[in-house]
């Protein structure tokens, strides 16, 4: 990624949020480097030296800031075939911290060879996959060691060092501080139950829509909108071991952040409880860039996002039990397949108490099982072939795959259609680019009968159709 000095320096002088995890600032008289909304006295030109990511910034010998705190800033939407390839990339390595995959397990993963993936790391980040790696797993202690009343040691084995004494050596090379000397007023805030985190984005968010989409699609049981808050049940696998507790999210007050809470009991499942809501709450997101693109569409609400898929299979397996129903019905029918086939998870919140079933339980069912909850056989047969499939690895449904090779193992399953595969697409594979043309409210926002047409007028949004898509159904609320 290049970087333009005058631009940069611009950004800085400005503190432009627009700017915040698009770009680093390393001063050279303090080896310190900074998010561009930093508050502190803008440093001058001549100390000035931008990197594209935080793994770059520390690879040249810059230490974070205690007062931006880098390891809040949103990251990068992405769009471009290397782009995707990074980010899928950083989701796996973000998600399994503790893992410690080489470079070539990495590659093998998403289809590429390591040398290819080396490329475009360097390309996009100025950095290879093993210093985001490394960059990765301080930041994460960094902000545990920030926001909670963790022991230096579980801090460690939560930021996925394999010991205490590894993470404070590479705390003492790369930041020149001890664990202990990152310390301010730790989990002031922190109740016994929950851990308490910030979580940064590019402003605007327009975070009452964002809720409206979720509560009205909320199961029952896993998932709800209370106020101006969302909850939800959590199920995560993790380093060897099953983690189960809630999340819970907000917006922050003051600053462009959200404000996030997760049970203790899923402290050692932090790495993918984290990278989870970043997708859910599309965290990357640039939205001038967006609002660009669609121009007239996204004028009068710039900060609409798509919300994306906490997991993925759950996501499917609702967009199945929505096909050529009402909103409200589909989520009727959910709740009863959480109920049935879930199991139950005890939370501080009424109402929240169910998991939804994972893919190996449903794959276990047989259709008459799905369909006794009022669910179409040739639906509830879709359903137990997309468990299926996932549950033998056969398909995969999150951001870190090919969205078009994806899209045809869709196809193939019995019962999953165009809309289908896009509405899956579009939230669990985080594509931009997804648009389910036959969609009865795309077509009636456009005032179109034909799905053709729909998608021939969706090629001037191009590649950011799933939030053209977005916004449509939102013109149809009023």
Not at 344 to 370: H, W, Y
Request: hydrophobic content about 45%; glycine content about 8%.
């Amino acid at each position: 990624m290049q970087l333009e000095f005058e631009s940069c320096y611009r950004a800085l002088r400005a503190r432009d949020p627009r700017f915040d995890g698009r770009f680093f600032v390393g001063v050279a008289s303090t080896l310190v480097y900074c998010r561009p909304v930093c508050r502190v006295r803008a440093p001058t030109r001549e100390n000035c030296r931008f990197f594209p990511s935080a793994a770059a910034a520390e690879a040249a010998g810059y230490r974070p800031c205690l007062r931006c705190r880098p390891e809040l800033a949103p990251g990068l939407a992405a769009l471009d075939a290397d782009a995707r390839l990074v980010q899928a990339a950083v989701d796996l390595i973000e998600s399994d911290l503790g893992n410690e995959q080489g470079v070539a397990a990495v590659a093998a993963r998403l289809g590429v060879t390591a040398r290819h993936l080396r490329r475009a790391f360097q390309a996009r980040l100025a950095a290879s996959p093993v210093q985001f790696a490394q960059t990765q797993r301080l930041l994460l202690a960094k902000l545990l060691l920030t926001d909670t009343s963790m022991s230096v040691t579980d801090v460690a084995l939560a930021s996925g060092f394999g010991s205490l004494r590894r993470c404070d050596a590479l705390f003492r090379s790369r930041y020149r501080l001890t664990p202990a000397a990152v310390r301010g007023d730790a989990g002031a805030h922190e109740s016994r139950d929950a851990l308490a985190f910030q979580l940064g984005f590019r402003p605007p968010l327009d975070w009452t829509a964002v809720l409206s989409f979720l509560e009205r699609r909320a199961i029952v049981g896993v998932e709800q909108v209370d106020g101006s808050v969302y909850r939800r049940t959590a199920q995560v696998q993790h380093a060897g071991g099953l983690a189960r507790g809630w999340v819970m999210v907000g917006l922050a007050r003051c600053a462009a952040h959200l404000e996030v809470r997760v049970s203790a009991s899923l402290v050692g499942s932090l790495p993918p409880v984290f990278t989870r809501i970043k997708r859910q709450f599309d965290i990357g997101c640039d939205p001038e860039e967006v609002s660009s693109a669609l121009g007239v569409l996204a004028a009068g609400r710039p900060g609409l996002r798509v919300p994306g898929a906490f997991d993925g299979f759950e996501t499917a397996v609702r967009a199945i039990l929505g096909q050529q129903v009402t909103v409200k019905a589909a989520r009727t029918l959910a709740g009863r397949f959480a109920a049935a086939f879930g199991e139950p998870c005890a939370t501080p919140f009424d109402g929240l108490n169910r998991l939804f079933p994972d893919p190996d339980r449903v794959a276990a069912l047989q259709v008459p099982d799905i369909a006794a909850l009022g669910v179409v056989s040739a639906r509830a047969n879709a359903i137990r072939s997309l468990a299926g499939a996932m549950a033998s690895g056969a398909l995969r449904l999150d951001p870190g795959v090919e969205p078009e090779a994806t899209l045809e193992k869709l196809r193939r399953l019995p019962g999953v259609g165009e809309w289908t595969a896009q509405y899956v697409a579009m939230r669990a594979l985080a594509w931009p680019d997804a648009f389910p043309h036959s969609d009865h409210g795309v077509l009636k926002a456009l005032g179109e009968t034909d799905p053709r047409k729909a998608l021939q007028r969706a090629a001037a949004w191009r590649p950011w159709r799933a939030y053209a898509v977005m916004h449509l159904w939102r013109s149809l609320e009023g």
